[in-house]
């Protein structure tokens, strides 16, 4: 049996130091999960992150882990706004780290992006013998260009910026197949030093629960969204859609249920008013756990309308495996890594075409058999190859790698713009 790195040999623990920046913990599903299995083989966790809903607290000690949090100001929408608040997340997170060094103690650093800055703070300290692990969870320069329509200077800013990155790395993790493949090709970082580690569901997290009819405000079916309220997640086209179905249909026995906050939440929900819907859909926001299970667990059908573009089709998105796990039948748009999840759970709709996107929600919503057949599909998938524990010996395999001693070559390579 594989002898776990972190409890051999060791006068104490390995310990290590999480880096967050977009998300709070616990509410960050992949960087909680994360955590806590390397707790359960023997590290000592740490993580600093920014305060948010429900995670106000500037630490709190869960579950033997410690959790170190700063205020961030309001969420930005623009580049001046993004250049202030990672700015400021930057300099806490800098000051958050040294009271961790000097009271728990790290020997590992773990960054998670956005952004790709923490390469700054990972290099200081490896000066002085720590070790430094990319946690790769977004493309910063294909999400500059899904946001801003525009490449330019701050794109080529922040290719350099996740070459650094990549190079500053010991180890990197990759989501998917494809981060894997940037990782690789446009990071440098040799292959055996890249692993990848799915965004796997927990089951004991999601749980299937009987449905509460009062979701579906007086209709028949509901359709379920969860996920972040953003330019790229496309809920314009899903409002589109939503229209298409509730009056040029006229299907009055269908109900839109979207949960999730984000810079885009208050304009959507704007959206929905001019386009005489607003009746039909129910905005949540984002809520805590139990409310959105019983939202998507009441949804007959379940949507991911992420926009078609270079950023959505190489991304795996946690909602997919999410609906996947709650044995709900999806409908999306036809992209890669969305396809490569969910197979035969979900229908995938013509890119960007939000009639198209009303056309499989109500062939799906008239089918009750496929609709079973589909979620139980899914359901098989997440038990038998997608569900967190089938990931956490990943994840340990790359601390293993950190640890194995194995010098890589490294030598300086030009970073492509």
Known sequence: MRETTAKASMSRPRRVLFLVENLPSPFDRRVWQEACALRDAGYLVSIVCPTGKGCEKKFQAIDGIHVYRYNLPVEASGAAGYAVEYAIALAWTFVLAWRVLLTRGFDVIHACNPPDLFFLIGGFFKLIGKKFIFDHHDLNPELFEAKFGRRGFFHSLLLKLEYWT???????????????????????????????????????????????????????????????????????????????????????DVHFGLVGGGTSLEEMKALARELGIADNVTFAGRVPDGEMLAMLNTADVCVNSDVANELNDKSTMNKIME???????????????????????????KKNDPLDLAAKIVELLDDPVRRAEMGEFGRRRVENELEWRHEAPKLLAAYDALWSGVEVSRAPQSVET
């Open 166 to 252: 990549f190079r500053t790395a010991d180890v990197s993790i990759a989501t998917n197949e494809s981060y894997r493949r940037i990782a690789i090709e446009r990071g440098c970082v040799p292959s055996e030093r890249v692993f990848v580690v799915r965004s796997g569901p927990s089951l004991e997290r999601l749980k299937i629960l009987p449905p509460d009819t009062r979701l579906k405000r007086g209709c028949r079916y509901l359709v379920g969204y969860v996920g972040v309220m953003g330019k790229q997640e496309g809920i314009d086209y899903l409002l589109k859609a939503a229209r298409h179905i509730t009056l040029d249909l006229g299907r009055s």
């Open 323 to 349: 609906y996947m796990a709650l044995g709900k039948p999806i409908v999306q748009f036809d992209l890669a890594e969305g396809r490569h999840s969910a197979q035969g759970a979900s229908l995938y709709a």
